[in-house]
């Protein structure tokens, strides 16, 4: 079992940053692929990045590529989401997501944390 905490979010403006982490518990954190996604009101969650086991590969959505980079810290079992040129409809619930090797989906979620970026 992992339980995954998210933190970092606000308010921003438009054409500003914010780094969101994800602490997560146990001691098998560096087996798990990670990802973030995210879910806007009255739209469905969608995937926004992920990042393998080691951190040596990394997939964006076409809509944060080259804005959003995902990271990974597996001494410290956290996972980042920084957030660069961010735009107000990257507002959203941002979570935090980890998955089994082997899984065809993500097993384990944070509760999120809300982005919100005004223009």
């Known amino acids: 079992q992992v339980q995954l905490v998210e933190s970092g979010g606000g308010l921003v403006q438009a054409g500003g940053s914010l780094r969101l982490s994800c602490g997560a518990s146990?001691?098998?954190?560096?087996?798990?692929?990670m990802g973030w996604f995210r879910r806007a009101p009255g739209k469905a969650r969608e995937f926004v990045a992920s990042?393998?086991?080691?951190?040596?590969?990394?997939n964006y959505a076409d809509s944060v590529k080259g804005r959003f980079t995902i990271s990974r810290d597996n001494a410290k079992n956290t996972v980042y989401l920084q957030m660069n040129s961010l735009k107000p409809e990257d507002t959203s619930v941002y979570y935090c997501?980890?998955?089994?090797?082997?899984?065809?989906?993500?097993?384990?979620w944070g509760q999120g944390t809300q982005v919100t970026v005004s223009s």
């Open positions: 990042i393998s086991s080691s951190g040596s590969s990394t």
């Open positions: 146990g001691r098998t954190f560096s087996s798990y692929p």
């Open positions: 997501a980890a998955r089994r090797i082997g899984s065809l989906e993500y097993n384990y």
